[in-house]
C-alpha cells in the first residue's frame, strides 16, 4: 500500500475520505492538526505524500509546508483550500507545494491528485536510490546487475578470485561488459586503492602500443622530446585492464609475456628493469585457443593469461534479466538529463524481450537512453526463426508473462490489489503466478 498523512480538523471529512484512500489501496493517517502529523515526522515516520487543510487551528497548512520544504525535502504536500483562499494557494505553489484542491471537492479528484503526487515521491525516491547505489559502487565494487543462474554464478566468481594476486581472463562477446568485470574486479580486491587502467588494444597504432605500454626515455626515438610512462608503470601498484588483447601485434606478444613472467619492465631507450607490483586483466571476444592454434596468437602468452578465465554470456541468454537492466539504464539517464523515467507498457516490454540484442548490454543501454529522451523503443525487431535455437515457444511465452507481471508490481509499488486491477485478474490467479515464477511483493515495495 501507498502511506499518506492526511490532516483536517472536521471529524466528518476525515471519516468520509477514509473509505475512500482504502478503496484506492491507500494507507492514509488522518490528523485533526499539524503539530500531530509534525510530531510523526519528527519520529522518523515518512509518507509519499502530505495532505492538508490550509485553515487550522494552531499550525496552519502553510506552516506544515514550510516546515516540510525545509525539514523534509521531496515529500510533496497537498492543501485543500476554501474558495477565499485560491490566492493564497497559488502562492504556496510557487513557495513548493505539490498541487491544491478547492472546497468542495469529491474524493474521486483528491484521489487522483493524490496518486500522482505518491508516483513522484516513488520516482523520486528511486532516484535517489540510485545515486546512493552509484556513490556506493565507487568504494563498493560496480553493480553487475542480473538475477539469472549465469549472472550469479559469475558474481561468486568474482567474489571469490578479485582479492587475489591471479591474472584474469574475460572472454565474451562485445557490449557484454567485460570493462564492468574487470573494475568490480579491481574494486573488491586490496589493489583497490591503486589505480585501475585500461587500454585498449586495438586502438592502439601498432608502432606505438610498445611506447604506450612500457613508456620511453626522452630521446629514445624521434619525436621523444621527454620521458613518458607507461600504462604497466602507471598502473604500479593496481589493475591494468587490457580489453581487445587478440589484436595486440605478434611482436608486442613476445614482449608482454616477458613483462607478465618477470613482473618487471623497461621503457623504451632504457637498460633498467622497474619492478612491478601488479594485476593484469585480458579480455577478448576471440577463442583465444583456436586463434593460437591457427597462429593468429601466441599460444604459450594464451597459456600464461588463461590461469582463470571468465565468461561473459550474451544478453540473449539471459532474457530474464533484460527488465531489470533497462529499469536500470532508464535510471541513470532519467538522472543524467533531468527527465521522468516513464513505465514501459506491455507491448515494449515484448519488443524488448524478443529483441536478439546482437549489441549485448551496451545496444540495451544506448535503447534505454533513446527512450527516456524520446519516449519511444527503438530496438530492432527479430526476423523469423532467428530465436528459434534459444527458447521454445512456452518458454517465450513464460518470460513475457514473468516480466509483464515485475513489471505491474514495480508500478503499483508492490500492491497485490493495484496489480490485480492493472491486469485484470483473480487474486488467486496473481497468488499463483507470482508462486510459480517467485516474485515476492514485499521485493517491489519503495523504502522510505
Known amino acids: 500500500m501507498s502511506y499518506v498523512f492526511f490532516i483536517d480538523d472536521d471529524d466528518d471529512i476525515r471519516a468520509a475520505l477514509q473509505q475512500s484512500f482504502e478503496l484506492a489501496d491507500i494507507d492514509a493517517q488522518f490528523f485533526s492538526s499539524v503539530e500531530e502529523a509534525l510530531l510523526c515526522l519528527k519520529h522518523n515516520e515518512r509518507p509519499l505524500a502530505i495532505i492538508s487543510d490550509i485553515r487550522l487551528p494552531g499550525l496552519s497548512g502553510l506552516d506544515l509546508l514550510n516546515t516540510v520544504t525545509h525539514h523534509y525535502q521531496n515529500i510533496p504536500v497537498i492543501l485543500i483550500t476554501g474558495h477565499g483562499d485560491i490566492s493564497m494557494a497559488v502562492q504556496a505553489i ?119 605500454l612500457y613508456g620511453h626515455e626522452k630521446g629514445a626515438f624521434t619525436g621523444a622530446e621527454s620521458t613518458r610512462i607507461g600504462k604497466f608503470e602507471h598502473a604500479n601498484g593496481g589493475t591494468l585492464f587490457l580489453d581487445e588483447i587478440e589484436s595486440m601485434p605478434q611482436q608486442a606478444q613476445i614482449r608482454l609475456l616477458r613483462v607478465l613472467q618477470e613482473r618487471a619492465i623497461e621503457r623504451i631507450g632504457s637498460n633498467t628493469l622497474i619492478p612491478l607490483n601488479i594485476r593484469v586483466i585480458a579480455a577478448t571476444k576471440t577463442d583465444l585457443n583456436q586463434a593460437s592454434l591457427d597462429g593468429n596468437f601466441r599460444q604459450d602468452l594464451y597459456y600464461r593469461l588463461n590461469i582463470v578465465t571468465l565468461d561473459l554470456p550474451p544478453l540473449r541468454d ?28 506491455a507491448q515494449q516490454l515484448s519488443q524488448l524481450i524478443g529483441h536478439d540484442w546482437p549489441g549485448n548490454v551496451r545496444e540495451l543501454r544506448n535503447c534505454a537512453e533513446r527512450f527516456v529522451l524520446l519516449g519511444k523503443i527503438q530496438a530492432g525487431t527479430p526476423t523469423p526463426g532467428e530465436n528459434d535455437d534459444a527458447q521454445s515457444l512456452a518458454e517465450q511465452v513464460n518470460l513475457f508473462e514473468k516480466n509483464v507481471i515485475e513489471q505491474a508490481l514495480s508500478e503499483t509499488n508492490g500492491s497485490i490489489k493495484a496489480t490485480m486491477t492493472k491486469l485484470n485478474i483473480p487474486r488467486k490467479t496473481l497468488y499463483d503466478k507470482m508462486q510459480k515464477y517467485q516474485l515476492i511483493k514485499e521485493s517491489y515495495k519503495s523504502t522510505y
Open 94 to 212: 510557487q513557495d513548493g507545494a505539490y498541487d491544491f484542491i478547492e472546497k468542495p471537492f469529491s474524493a474521486e479528484r483528491l484521489i487522483e491528485i493524490t496518486q500522482r503526487a505518491i508516483e513522484k515521491r516513488q520516482l523520486t525516491l528511486e532516484n535517489e536510490r540510485l545515486k546512493r547505489s552509484l556513490k556506493a559502487s565507487q568504494t563498493l565494487g560496480p553493480r553487475i546487475i542480473g538475477d539469472t543462474q549465469v549472472i550469479q554464478e559469475l558474481r561468486s566468481t568474482i567474489s571469490v578470485v578479485a582479492d587475489t594476486d591471479a591474472d584474469i581472463l574475460l572472454f565474451g562477446e562485445t557490449g557484454t561488459g567485460k570493462e564492468l568485470v574487470a573494475r568490480s574486479l579491481h574494486e573488491q580486491s586490496s589493489r583497490k586503492e591503486g589505480n585501475f587502467v585500461a587500454v585498449n588494444c586495438g586502438a592502439v597504432p601498432e608502432n606505438l602500443i610498445e611506447s604506450e
Open 318 to 345: 539471459r532474457k530474464d534479466d533484460i527488465a531489470s537492466l533497462f529499469h536500470h539504464f532508464q535510471l541513470v539517464a532519467a538522472s543524467r538529463y533531468g527527465k521522468t523515467a516513464n513505465a514501459l507498457s
